[in-house]
């Protein structure tokens, strides 16, 4: 009964939080800390202090807040908080158990939090030596969540590699003429890869028809997000 109520109410909370703060980026901030900080509180006496389960909801209210602010239009912007809220709700309904819903919403929530990263940098001339140490850190939190749910000595050595790789894929592409969507979209695909064939090969389900299935999913997301992509002006 508890997570019923708890759910609803963090759901309600998530949808007024945003709605009401979304005029002033600098009280949007604080209100979506806030509102990370009573979630973590909720799910803490949900189920004690579980690190990977309790990331998850901060990661998903971090993705929603970055997508929330750079949707321009009104009715999309509460068709999406009414979507964010509802999905956040079976999210918490959910947390703690094993389910592709929740990895699809961790997956929405790394895209996410990348599209905020690049927006950031974007809007914000964000120089390198800030933006390549916060690429670590989201990714090396990613990975923790990412591979949460087994216990396996050598997932650790994988945390420090994936992050590595998309600090500098991120270092690469700020020298790309692109527009932050863009590079979104080109590390999420980088960050899905390695996730997903190490995760694999973790329960020894790597194989090569899978290999080549998703090297061709990521190629064809690649090829039509550069080539319809507005490439900016090089000066």
């Known amino acids: 009964m508890f ?30 800390i806030v509102l990370i900080f009573a979630t973590f509180a909720i799910n803490f006496k949900r189920l004690n202090f579980t690190w990977p389960h309790l990331l998850l909801p901060t990661i998903y209210l971090l993705a929603v807040g970055s997508v929330f602010v750079l949707i321009s239009n009104p009715s999309i912007r509460l068709i999406f908080l009414l979507l964010a809220a509802a999905t956040f709700y079976f999210l918490e309904m959910k947390l703690g158990l094993e389910s592709h819903f929740l990895q699809n919403i961790y997956l929405f929530s790394v895209f996410g939090v990348f599209l905020g990263m690049f927006a950031l940098q974007f809007y914000f001339n964000l120089k390198i030596w800030w933006l390549a140490p916060l690429a670590f850190v989201l990714t090396y939190v990613f990975a923790v969540q990412g591979f949460a749910g087994f216990s396996l000595p050598a997932k650790r050595y994988f945390y420090g590699v994936l992050s590595l790789i998309c600090t500098e894929a991120v270092w690469g592409m700020t020298f790309w003429p692109t527009h932050f969507f863009v590079n979104s979209i080109v590390l999420f695909c980088i960050f899905y890869l390695l996730w997903l064939f190490s995760f694999s090969a973790f329960f020894g389900k790597l194989t090569r028809e899978k290999i080549y299935w998703q090297l061709a999913l990521v190629a064809l997301v690649l090829v039509l997000t550069l080539s319809t992509a507005a490439w900016r002006p090089i000066r």
């Open 3 to 32: 997570t019923k109520i708890s759910s609803i109410t963090l759901a309600v909370l998530l949808f007024l939080v945003l709605l009401g703060t979304g005029r002033s980026l600098y009280i949007f901030a604080v209100s979506v």
